[in-house]
């Protein structure tokens, strides 16, 4: 389901890789986890939806999924305080 995702995803087929994603992620695929947050940050395909995309990034990461967990970390220096 992830790789048909992927396909979808790189042909432009936005909904349909929507659509394979999150039949993915709801068998607790970690990396569809994280691209669902990938398309909900970025708004591609789908109404932008930061704060959907960060829980999105956070299921990934508990999951352990590296790039979550390196992309939370980015997300929290760059949206804290000192950075507004």
Do not use: C
Not at 39 to 52: A, E, F, H, K
Not at 53 to 59: C, L, P, R
Not at 61 to 83: C, D, F, G, V
């Amino acid at each position: 389901m992830f790789s048909l995702g992927q396909i979808a995803y790189m042909q432009r087929g936005y909904g349909e890789a929507l659509v394979w994603f999150k039949r993915a992620a709801d068998k607790k695929h970690h990396r569809s986890l994280f691209w669902l947050g990938k398309l909900y940050w970025r708004g591609t395909g789908v109404v932008q939806n930061r704060q959907l995309a960060g829980q999105y990034f956070a299921k990934a990461a508990e999951m352990k999924l590296p790039i979550a967990q390196r992309t939370l970390r980015y997300l929290s220096r760059n949206n804290s305080p000192s950075h507004s």
